[in-house]
């Protein structure tokens, strides 16, 4: 039967509070995931928190009774509390009918079978938490075998991270690395490695992808390094035709996965 905790002095809300910063999350190995519709994702993919925080008023919700019954049967904790004290875990006014606390995960580049889908999202030092939700969520959408991180990238499950996938972070498999064990890995197999740069005359729509393609997105202000650039199989721009000089990294990505997606 879950339990319930109303009072902010309490020992484990004040631990799952600091899940919000990067490094209470890398010294437990938990980070936070909110909202009915991540965490039914989370359990649909096989992946349910060790904590369950969720509103009183949300308890007779039938996916909240699921998410319930199985965090329990799983071995982990339920709790009932109140508005307030998921606004304080969440961070948020406003705050999402249930909170969970999850342990984090990770996927090496070896256990990736890149047979298993045409496109692949490589990001390179990507340090919006909104633009790598959105790329988790591009990822989901056009059945990519995954996000490989490249570099100094922001943590993928910081709370704006999570938020911003919509789930996909429990769905997209990511691998964080560094770009010579990447190409290395890369190079170890079939695979085209196309880089999105404005020093090209290359066309996006005019160019041959060969499936699996890995697409590269570099930094938001800076794009990618030189030699990262000379590395790529294909590099390939996308027109601008506007007084703008380049699209979002994450509005970028989505164009190009889906110009992939129909023609690898």
């Known amino acids: ?3 319930e905790i109303t009072a902010y002095s309490n020992p484990l809300i004040k631990r799952v509070r600091s899940l919000r910063e990067k490094r209470h999350r ?3 190995g938990l980070f936070l995931a909110e909202g009915l519709r991540i965490l039914t994702e989370a359990r649909e993919s096989g992946r349910l928190p060790v904590y369950l925080f969720f509103a009183r008023d949300s308890a007779a919700h039938p996916l909240v009774r699921a998410l319930v019954a199985d965090v329990e049967a799983a071995g982990g904790e339920a709790i009932e509390t109140v508005p307030d004290i998921l606004s304080k875990l969440s961070g948020k006014d406003n705050p ?3 909170v969970g606390v999850f342990e984090e995960f990770a996927v090496d ?3 990736l079978d890149r047979s298993t889908a045409k496109i692949w999202l490589v990001a390179e030092r990507l ?3 909104g633009n790598l939700g959105t790329i988790l969520r591009t990822g989901d959408a056009v059945g990519a075998g995954g996000l490989i991180l490249i570099g100094e990238c922001v943590d993928p499950f910081s709370v704006e991270a999570v938020r911003a996938s919509m789930g996909a972070l429990f769905t997209v498999p990511i691998v964080q690395s560094g770009w010579d064990d990447f ?3 890369l190079r170890g197999g079939p695979g085209q490695l ?3 740069s404005l020093d090209t005359d290359q066309h996006y729509r005019e160019a041959r992808y060969a499936a699996p393609t890995f697409l590269l997105t570099g930094n938001e202000a800076q794009g990618m390094p030189a030699d990262y650039a000379q590395a790529c199989d294909v590099l390939v721009k996308i027109p601008m035709l506007g007084k703008a000089d380049s699209l979002n990294a994450a509005v970028a990505t989505a164009v ?3 110009e992939v997606l129909a023609r690898a």
Request: hydrophobic letters at 55%; a neutral charge; glycine letters at 4%.
């Open 194 to 196: 196309v880089g999105l």
């Open 109 to 111: 580049l070896a256990a």
């Open 183 to 185: 190409l290395a890995w």
């Open 26 to 28: 890398r010294e437990e």
């Open 127 to 129: 340090r919006d938490p």
């Open 256 to 258: 190009m996965a889906y």
């Open 1 to 3: 039967m879950p339990r």
């Open 96 to 98: 999402q009918a249930v």
